[in-house]
């Protein structure tokens, strides 16, 4: 089992994701989208997930920023009825978790 990273454990919590322990990602329950830490060298990956759709080669993932896809999904995870202040306390704490001040 891998280590989960802050963002995948804290996209696993969200009502539309499901965590996968055995590879260290996050699963998009609604596209099938599984989302992973990605681990480049550059300083710019330190905040980047790779994401990969049902029949994407693992390869030909889409490298995103945390700091978009994370708010973008707090509000999903709103919008299906989790707790809206409590969830917005949550995903700002998360940037600082992973070594993000924001």
Wanted: glycine share 8%.
């Amino acid at each position: 089992m891998n280590a989960l990273h802050p963002y995948i454990r804290f996209l696993g919590g969200l009502p539309h994701f499901e965590v996968d322990h055995r590879h260290g990602t996050a699963v998009e329950l609604r596209t099938g989208a599984v989302v992973s830490k990605y681990d480049g060298q550059a300083p710019h990956h330190q905040h980047c997930l790779a994401v990969r759709w049902p029949g994407q080669a693992q390869d030909q993932a889409l490298l995103v920023s945390a700091t978009k896809y994370v708010p973008l999904q707090v509000s999903e995870a709103i919008k299906l009825g989790a707790p809206r202040a409590e969830l917005l306390e949550a995903g700002r704490r998360i940037f600082t978790e992973a070594g993000e001040a924001r």
